[in-house]
């Protein structure tokens, strides 16, 4: 019986033993305990549903456009209904994909806590506030956040991500006085945060 403890303790720490994945509940460490569809993978790499996520889309009402920072509000004292700067968004078409390469740890290394995500958004419109509101689906941006995740316990991630936004159409231009150019919160950046899921819902199960 003692040998048979040692030679199972040696396998979970080699990552050897699936079922140990889940010895930490008791005080919420992250678990990964396969389902019941899961547990006949036995492979390192692409477990079941390791791509997920979700679309959308979306409207914005006449006189509620979106403002993507771009144009200043005034954009129609330079052109009234036909100026050029009018990137006020009226839809917009986004989602969210995350994947999950490795189906299980591999000896030390805890690469079933590490998941990619992508999440892009596009807007759409022309619409020049007080001058012009049009059901235009011209190109305005597309903005996209991308990252890594590790999950660091079971209601717990820490992610490291990285926000770009392209400008599509006639925004790839400089459109007069009213533009106030490509860097504003549409821009550039990158940063680390943690995620905290609370109320029962959460993904690391």
Known sequence: MKTELIASLALCLLGLRPACWAQE????AYTATPTSEQAAWDGLLFPKNSLRGFTEGGYFP???EADLG?????AGAYGGANAPCAAFSR???GGYVEFQPFARNLGPLPLQRVFFFIEPRAFFGRNVPQFNYTQSFAPIALERTVGII???RKNLEVRIWQHQNDWLG???NHLGPADLGPDG??????GVSTRWYFGGWGPRH
């Open 150 to 152: 590790v999950a660091v």
């Open 185 to 190: 919160p549409y821009g550039m950046y990158a």
């Open 91 to 93: 839809y917009f078409l």
């Open 170 to 172: 006639r925004y790839r």
């Open 62 to 64: 006449s006189h509620n």
């Open 25 to 28: 509940t008791a005080m919420g």
């Open 70 to 74: 771009r144009c200043a509000s005034w």
